[in-house]
T-cell receptor
Framework: EAGVTQFPSHSVIEKGQTVTLRCDPI?????LYWYRRVMGKEIKFLLH??????QDESGMPNNRFLAERTGGTYSTLKVQPAELEDSGVYFC?????WGRGTNEKLFFGSGTQLSVL | DAKTTQPNSMESNEEEPVHLPCNHS???????IHWYRQLPSQGPEYVIH???SNVNNRMASLAIAEDRKSSTLILHRATLRDAAVYYC???????????FGRGTSLIVHP
């Protein structure tokens, strides 16, 4: 069974440009999460989808970030326009069932390393 | 939200047992204790979880204190591949989003 896949694995862009990150969760997983790690900091939650609906986007830093999950399958995270402080590793995770399962496992992708110059 | 406290780093020798501690003194009765680890250049990986009883799986064991205010992740025989950052996370119905702290960086010496 395929795991969570993310692409690109690396992206280098200039300040002011737009970047779109994609995440394909494990097939059948209703829950999809986005996290990011900025250099030297902890892994921080960004948002959570249940199927195509945003359940919690309290971690989104500002309105330059837009996440979508078309048809409840793959998700995209767009940063427009990108700023220097957006550099970091963006992780996607998925899990089965409805979001409030406190004993369910999250499966993570390998992340997208975003560098904004 | 209930928080966890872990040592910043620990060291071990290969093929020796490793006990990674986690304090969670404000844990509530419905909080599950989860452990994840992050190998270099990879996303976090689920290790184990439990509620009250000790748990074993192919990767590790989880020992939970009787008062549930602390837990210990046990790697029975550390390998070089176990060098990673280990995160102890509480998941509750009120705050079900897994929240990562700084974790414990495990260094394994050959």
């Amino acid at each position: 069974e395929a795991g969570v896949t993310q692409f690109p694995s690396h992206s280098v862009i200039e300040k002011g440009q737009t970047v779109t990150l994609r995440c394909d969760p494990i097939s059948g997983h209703d829950n999809l999460y986005w996290y990011r790690r900025v250099m030297g900091k902890e892994i921080k939650f960004l948002l959570h989808f249940v199927k195509e609906s945003k359940q919690d986007e309290s971690g989104m830093p500002n309105n330059r970030f837009l996440a979508e999950r078309t048809g409840g399958t793959y998700s995209t995270l767009k940063v427009q326009p990108a700023e220097l402080e957006d550099s970091g590793v963006y992780f996607c995770a998925s899990s089965q069932g409805w979001g409030r399962g406190t004993n369910e496992k999250l499966f993570f992708g390998s992340g997208t390393q975003l560098s904004v110059l | 939200d209930a928080k966890t406290t872990q040592p910043n780093s620990m060291e071990s020798n290969e093929e020796e047992p490793v006990h990674l501690p986690c304090n969670h003194s404000t844990i509530s009765g419905t909080d599950y204790i989860h452990w994840y680890r992050q190998l270099p250049s990879q996303g976090p990986e689920y290790v184990i979880h439990g509620l009250t009883s000790n748990v074993n799986n192919r990767m590790a064991s989880l020992a939970i204190a009787e008062d549930r205010k602390s837990s210990t992740l046990i790697l029975h025989r550390a390998t070089l591949r176990d060098a990673a950052v280990y995160y102890c996370i509480l998941r509750s119905g009120g705050s079900y989003i897994p929240t990562f702290g700084r974790g414990t960086s495990l260094i394994v010496h050959p």
